[in-house]
């Protein structure tokens, strides 16, 4: 038998060492395309993304498969952040044997008296003079601050000469970083000039309440380029791994992992659970609202439950949602729940945030069932950049009780105009008199106390408008706000809930009165008595001063719903009818 000479492939393979063959890693992606996450040797990686669990989860992951190998960790975190966090994903460098002998972990401390760059440069040669094995890799965090990025000559400089570096050395170097214009403006295109001799680019953006891996452009370990993808990001409900999602059709499957590590977390204020005996397992229960928002601004998808009750002012609890959506995006659920009173201005709290109201009927059972059903689920309503656009829809008019019919049409068109921003329900009902009642005992038998809501005569008929009150509502309302039984009084009613048939109906009362002006019965009818403010004026947050406007006050602000007050009102309250002045009827 002939024995033949090795190939040269076979010859290449036996002379590089077992570990030699595992350099060349990858990001700690699963589920991603090699050609989007490899790393060839001799090159520079950039990848842009501001702290959050996505970023320590694609770092310090890949980081700690790294570390099975000869390379080198480097953050400018504390040794101990260091420590706890490769801990965290699975790595416990304390641990006898449990990283590659020559691999290295370092704290990088940068000095504001040097230039940032030219210290990196440096750490980076004396590491790999002194204790690197050749060809190996440089995982590299939070070194930002080492470029000049306001200074465009400069930085093409700096990604020049770290390109150069790599590229002499053999080492290959991930910055896994966030630049000012980043930060600022959320694209990293105008950094082209910095990474043009780099072998990829990426960003880690966390965009609709989900993160996404969006590559510039991407050079692999074989030299294959990628550009312009956009892969959706899930994490694993295993060990909080990052899973790239493929498969659009499967994006939306709970198989593929959770949007953020905290998706199955569940905050409470105290006071909404203040009344039941036993809280869910696992629940997180905070002091109050106030204590709530503080530690939720850090959430990203977990599940918020804040209370409102009669001694919450609605102004502050708007700002709290609007606050939270905004700070922690579209996949953070935010749920509040009624206490003692009903929130009437549900949809004003849907536009600022908030996922759902739960009724203050509903049992702690029908409450875990309503939690588990906003689970995955993506904020998609516009959310506007300040609450007080939304709440200044919802303030209503001082004015309650009777008016006369020309300014009773002008402060009906006023409110419904001034709702329309939040899709605020607003009520008119047109109510038919009986053939022996006179509009005056109409009058005096509606005793409305609500701020914003308001009546007026004309013709044969009564007008009566509800604010912010939902058209099934109405006849619930009217009977809080009558003392006498709807059938001795009306024929019937006409109930308008929407814009188009209130404005219609204002249209025939407003040719109505210019045809035959009905009597103005200001002097004839009591004058209404809201009830005292059930909830205090909104206040702000400690330490800062108040953005309340002077309008905001609780009388101008929604309280409540129309069946609760007359329900918490005194008996006191409501006065008997004082008889008219003048015969307007015909006396039996």
């Not at 709530?292 to 409102?308: D, E, F, N, P």
Request: charged share 20%; proline share 6%.
């Amino acid at each position: 038998m002939t024995n033949l000479p090795p190939s040269s492939s076979e010859s290449t393979d036996r002379a590089i060492p077992r570990a030699r063959l595992r350099l060349n890693q990858s990001l700690a992606i699963e589920g991603l395309p090699s050609s989007l996450s490899a790393l060839a040797t001799g090159q520079v990686y950039a990848v842009y993304a501001s702290r959050s669990p996505a970023r320590d989860a694609l770092f310090w992951k890949t980081a700690a498969n790294a570390l099975l190998t000869p390379v080198t960790v480097i953050s400018t975190r504390s040794a101990e952040d260091v420590t706890q966090a490769l801990r965290q994903h699975g790595m416990d460098i304390d641990h006898a044997g449990a990283v590659h002998p020559r691999s290295n972990v370092c704290a990088l401390h940068l000095s504001p008296d040097r230039d940032g760059c030219d210290a990196l440069m440096e750490s980076l040669q004396a590491l790999s003079a002194q204790c690197t094995t050749p060809a190996s890799q440089f995982l590299v965090e939070g070194v930002a601050a080492c470029f000049a990025w306001q200074d465009r000559a400069a930085l093409i400089r700096q990604g020049a000469a770290l390109a150069g570096w790599c590229a002499q050395t053999r080492h290959t170097v991930l910055l896994v970083m966030l630049p000012p214009l980043v930060e600022h403006s959320g694209d990293f295109r105008p950094l082209a000039d910095f990474q043009i001799q780099f072998a990829g680019a990426a960003q880690l953006v966390h965009e609709q309440g989900e993160f996404r891996w969006e590559v510039a452009f991407w050079r692999d370990n074989r030299g294959a380029l990628s550009a312009n993808e956009s892969i959706p990001l899930r994490f694993s409900g295993h060990d909080h791994r990052l899973v790239a999602v493929l498969d659009a059709d499967q994006e939306g499957s709970e198989s593929i992992g959770m949007l953020a590590p905290d998706e199955s977390v569940v905050m409470v204020s105290q006071d909404a659970v203040a009344r039941e005996r036993v809280v869910p397992k696992g629940w997180q229960v905070l002091p109050d609202n106030d204590a709530l928002v503080s530690t939720a601004s850090r959430a990203v998808a977990a599940t918020v439950i804040l209370h409102y009750g009669i001694n919450e002012s609605l102004a502050t609890l708007a700002k709290q949602v609007n606050f939270l959506r905004r700070q922690c995006g579209k996949a953070l659920k935010i749920l509040i729940r009624e206490d003692n009173v009903s929130i009437r201005y549900e949809l004003l709290m849907l536009t600022l945030g908030a996922n759902g109201i739960i009724a203050r009927s509903m049992p702690m059972a029908q409450v875990e069932i309503a939690v588990d059903s906003v689970q995955g689920q993506l904020f998609s309503r516009p959310v506007p950049d300040d609450y007080h656009s939304a709440l200044s829809a919802a303030m209503r008019d001082s004015t309650t009780g009777y008016v006369p019919a020309h300014r009773f049409i002008q402060l009906v068109r006023e409110a419904v105009e001034r709702s329309r921003p939040i899709r605020l329900p607003n009520v008119l009902l047109r109510l038919p008199l009986e053939r022996d009642v006179a509009g005056i005992d109409a009058l005096q038998a509606c005793r409305i106390r609500r701020t914003g809501d308001i009546c007026t005569a004309s013709g044969d008929s009564l007008y009566v408008f509800f604010f912010a009150c939902h058209v099934d509502n109405a006849g619930e309302a009217m009977e809080k706000v009558f003392e006498r039984p709807l059938s001795e009084l009306f024929r019937g009613e006409l109930r308008c809930g929407d814009r188009e048939t209130i404005y219609s109906t204002l249209d025939g009362l407003a040719e109505e009165i210019a045809e035959l002006p009905p009597p103005d019965y200001t002097g004839l009818v009591a004058p209404a008595e809201p009830v005292a403010p059930l909830m205090p004026a909104a206040v702000a947050e400690p330490g800062a001063e108040s953005d309340v406007t002077g309008d905001a006050t609780p009388g101008s602000l929604p309280m409540l719903a129309a069946s609760d007050t007359t329900d918490i009102a005194p008996a006191t309250t409501r006065r008997p009818a004082r008889p008219a002045s003048l015969p307007l009827k015909a006396q039996g």
